[in-house]
T-cell receptor, first 116, second 113 residues
Framework: AQSVTQPDIHITVSEGASLELRCNYS??????LFWYVQSPGQGLQLLLK??????LVQGIKGFEAEFKRSQSSFNLRKPSVHWSDAAEYFC??????????????FGSGTQLTVLP | ETGVTQTPRHLVMGMTNKKSLKCEQH?????MYWYKQSAKKPLELMFV???????ENNSVPSRFSPECPNSSHLFLHLHTLQPEDSALYLC????????????FGPGTRLTVL
């Protein structure tokens, strides 16, 4: 079965600093990988996705992520963080479920705090 | 309205109450999902519907009863819930059940007393 690990429960960075959120996955086949962001009281918004091709993918709000098959990782990066980026970030892997539906398996999330 | 909407946004209910959560998507999608998000736990997929037919039930207790009258609407009927059922319930939709890309609603914050 697939799984996703986000090793950092909470990260604090200063506004303007660079950011990297870690994500490791376990899946037997080529994964479909996603990063979602959740602001307080809101649902999940898709930041970016990787299906195939270029291993460096660009997303919304200036985020990017790099798929590294050898490390089973899909880390999220942003060169300069804004105060509005404070939120919870979820990495997810898409896989087939037993009923053939596509199922997303989520990590536990990383809470990002941005200091002024 | 655009995207995926959920009502109510907040719900407090007793263990003997019966209530329903509603989800509506305005994206023309054919698949809809219910997730449970509890504190400190990953999102848990509960149900999947494809063209109004239930395709997945991830061992969800029978006190949760989904209903999908059409591809745009999804309900979660609740009865005799337990305090541990308190959570954020998220609805999502995708173009088809074979698509990984899901669009989420804002969720219903449920508190069971």
């Amino acid at each position: 079965a697939q799984s996703v690990t986000q090793p950092d429960i909470h990260i604090t960075v200063s506004e303007g600093a660079s950011l990297e959120l870690r994500c490791n996955y376990s899946y037997g086949a080529t994964p479909y990988l996603f990063w979602y962001v959740q602001s307080p009281g809101q649902g999940l918004q898709l930041l970016l996705k990787y299906f195939s091709g270029d291993t460096l993918v660009q997303g919304i709000k200036g985020f990017e992520a790099e798929f590294k098959r050898s490390q089973s990782s899909f880390n999220l990066r942003k060169p300069s963080v804004h105060w509005s980026d404070a939120a919870e970030y979820f990495c997810a892997v898409g896989a087939l479920s037993s009923g053939s539906a596509r199922q997303l398996t989520f990590g536990s999330g990383t809470q990002l705090t941005v200091l002024p | 309205e655009t995207g995926v909407t959920q009502t109510p946004r907040h719900l407090v209910m007793g263990m003997t109450n019966k209530k329903s959560l509603k989800c509506e998507q305005h994206l023309g999608h054919n698949a809809m999902y219910w997730y449970k998000q509890s504190a400190k736990k990953p999102l848990e997929l509960m149900f999947v519907y494809n063209f109004k037919e239930q395709t997945e039930n991830n061992s969800v207790p029978s006190r949760f009863s989904p209903e999908c009258p059409n591809s745009s609407h999804l309900f979660l009927h609740l009865h005799t819930l337990q305090p541990e059922d308190s959570a954020l319930y998220l609805c999502a939709s995708s173009t088809r059940w074979t698509s990984h890309e899901q669009f989420f609603g804002p969720g219903t914050r449920l508190t069971v007393l």
